[in-house]
């Protein structure tokens, strides 16, 4: 089953499943910069509903869009032409992505842990319904790397990856590197300024940074590998002791995620790991402070193209959101 094409004036209606940091956002651009995503998509882009947990909750939305607020999630999609996700975790944001896509509709998402899990099959559901699945924004949010990585150096042979890509964990070492906070009193900083969840361990143990740079692997060499596949050490043992001797021989620890490949080139050998690791003052992702995101890759012809920005945030992230959207709606309207 195909979702119906809008044309000329039909409005093409977007379905957000979620509404806080990200979607609140998104559902924020699209109200008050209407005539831009119209003009750049052919058609006015409307929200028709918005699933959330509690309806009741405060959350500052613009007028007219309150009304869409449900919790019946299954209704959103159903009434949607495309589907944004920014609910996060894996269900019920798999089953609701699943269903949207065997509808054929084209879901856009900023959920690394859903597209790390399970993207190569939601993917897959995709190219059977002749729809996208789309996810710039699971990786670096602002930063568009998994476009470059897949379009811009499509045609060249990447052979690393290498980035901060976890902006919680980089303010908590940017603070003991720059401003001298001890590794404790950090790690209560950057929960007080909301950049660590109440549970912090996703962060800290760099799962996160895992599964992003598991999508950045499968989208420079398309092969099959999983979180299970990443070296991983977080940076919760780390000690203060640590970040004295990497700062008296001039270095700065960062959480680094890395993937590089070796071997045949036609069938290249994959390997992931996300660790702590002393970069020198040079380093360009020794520059990378407080939130931002920083990734570096690596190619035969291009050399070394480098990517620096905001790696969350809400209107930050929203903007990788909408550039997916605006060309999932454009793709649409052909
Ligand atoms: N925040 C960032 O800077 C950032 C950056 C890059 C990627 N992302 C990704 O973007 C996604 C959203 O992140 P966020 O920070 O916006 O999360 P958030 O602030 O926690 O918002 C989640 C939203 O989803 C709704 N929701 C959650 N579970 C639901 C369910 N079972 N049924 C219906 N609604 C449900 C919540 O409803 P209520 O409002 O009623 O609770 C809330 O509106 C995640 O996948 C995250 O990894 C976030």
Redesign the pocket.
């Known amino acids: 089953m195909s979702a119906p094409a809008a044309t000329g004036q039909t409005p093409l209606r977007v379905g957000l ?9 998104v559902a924020q651009a699209l109200s008050t910069r209407p005539a831009l995503y119209a003009e750049r998509v052919g058609s006015p882009i409307e929200v028709c509903g ?6 009741d ?1 405060p ?1 500052e939305l613009h007028a007219g869009l309150s009304g869409l607020l449900t ?1 019946d ?1 299954s209704s959103v999609v159903h009434g949607a032409d495309l589907v944004v ?5 894996i ?3 798999q089953s609701l992505v699943r269903l949207a896509l065997e509808q054929g509709k084209p879901v856009v ?6 597209i790390a899990a399970s993207g190569q099959e939601l993917v897959e559901v995709a190219r059977q319904q002749a729809t996208s699945l789309d996810y710039e ?2 990786v ?2 602002a930063v568009p790397v998994l476009r470059v990585v897949r379009e811009s150096l499509a045609g060249d042979r990447i052979s690393s990856i290498t980035g901060i890509v976890n ?1 919680s964990t980089n303010f908590v070492l940017d603070m003991v590197a720059r401003h001298g906070l001890g590794f404790a009193e950090a790690v209560e900083r950057a929960g007080q300024l909301g950049y660590l969840e109440a549970d912090p361990t996703e962060d800290l143990d760099g799962l ?1 940074a895992a599964a992003k740079i598991v999508i950045l692997a499968r989208t420079a060499w398309m092969v099959d590998v999983g979180l299970a596949d990443v070296h991983r050490e977080g940076i919760a043992h780390l000690t203060d002791d640590d970040f004295e001797a990497a700062a008296s021989c001039g270095q700065v620890i960062k959480l680094v995620a890395s993937a590089w490949a070796s071997g045949d080139p036609a069938h290249p050998h994959v390997e992931m790991a996300v660790r702590p690791v002393a970069l020198g003052a040079d380093d360009p992702l020794a520059q990378v402070r407080e939130g931002r995101n920083g990734v570096v890759i690596e190619a035969e012809s291009a050399g070394l193209v480098s990517l620096f920005g905001p ?4 209107p ?2 929203a903007s ?2 909408l550039g997916d959207l605006v060309n999932a709606a454009c793709r649409l309207r052909q």
């Open positions: 499943l979620g509404c806080g940091t990200v979607g609140a956002a918005i699933a959330v947990r509690n309806v909750a959350r919790t999630a996700e920014v609910m996060g975790g269900e019920p944001a998402t900023a959920n690394k842990q859903l924004a699971a670096a949010a902006g996160d790696g969350a945030g809400g930050e992230t990788a959101v």
